[in-house]
């Protein structure tokens, strides 16, 4: 199966059903005006809680002190009944967790409120459905038998895969990967952008009489990030910069700057390398996330090439099997 849509599925099955968090929007809004996501807030909206600092003057009122952590909560302790059945702390964690995102600028207790408004109108709606007999509809049975797969599927990913994965095996994902990858040079180059070939040229013959690179940069190129840097573009690799500027860059030696003007979309360049050196793999420590990703992705997919030739599967509609088969041979 190609890993585009083997990814796919990954993403939208491995998840945690979240059928909760769609129906507390509700529950919320008896509770709360309606609120923008806190990444969505500018900074300057956000609350804020001042801390004092070394700088500023103290009095001789104490600081208060800091709100204590909240107490361990027995997950079987009874917090509600709803029609004669009981709600437990372990409940109320699940809900918690399906609407901790909805609801992350809430105060705790706030927050508990709408997790438990959630879960009496769920159980009230459920009820009511049981009651007229909803719960017995074959295709509700289907959808039922689906969300049960998917849940256990979602544990064994858990409990099976991710749980499983050790800092080691990770550590031989990062190595494998960076020994595999070929060594990339990249160059730190200056540039000064003008609008005309007349120009750049002139520019030319005033660095090949000795003038100062930099200091033409600053007044004459039209490159607002040059004008105060002398032009100066840091470090790039292959296929960072148009293609026009790249490879007079990568020919020229440490030092050196083009002779010839250099056209490209955004007009001409006068181009000097000033280092060149081979690209540095990033540390462990800063992809060890996106590593620990991977390492999941292909257990996972491992996991289901062996589960799926243990399980007999059988397609038998004939046009289905021919594009499952045509995935597969794509992807073996």
Known sequence: MPSMFRHAALARLALPISMLALLTASAGAQETPAEQPAAEQPAAEQPTTEQPTAEQPTTGTATPAAPAAPAQRDPAAVIATISGQPVTEAD??????????????????????????????????????????????????RRMDFLRDRALHSEVIEK???????????????DKQISETPPVNEVKASHILVATKEEAEAIIKQLDE??????????????????????????????????????????????????????SQFGWHVIRVDDKREKQPPAFDAVKDQIRNVVLRDKYFALVDQLRKDGNVEITDPELKKSVDAMDTQNP
Not at 103 to 113: K, S, T, V
Not at 160 to 174: G, H, M, P, S
Not at 227 to 244: A, H, N
Request: proline share 6%; aromatic share 8%.
């Open 210 to 263: 000795g003038a100062d690179f930099a200091k033409l940069a600053n007044e004459h190129t039209t490159d607002p990030s040059g004008k105060t840097t002398g032009g100066d573009l840091g470090y790039f690799g292959p296929g960072q910069m148009v293609p026009e500027f790249e490879q007079a860059a990568f020919a020229l030696d440490v030092g050196g700057y083009t002779k010839e003007p250099v056209q």
């Open 92 to 141: 109320l964690a699940l809900a918690l967790a399906s609407v901790d995102q909805q609801y992350a600028q809430l105060p705790p207790e706030q927050r508990r409120a709408a997790a438990f408004m959630a879960i009496m109108e769920i159980k009230l709606l459920a009820a009511r459905a049981e009651a007229e007999g909803l719960d017995k509809d074959p295709e509700f049975q």
């Open 160 to 174: 099976d895969v991710n749980e499983k994965i050790t800092e080691a095996e990770v550590r031989a994902a990062y």
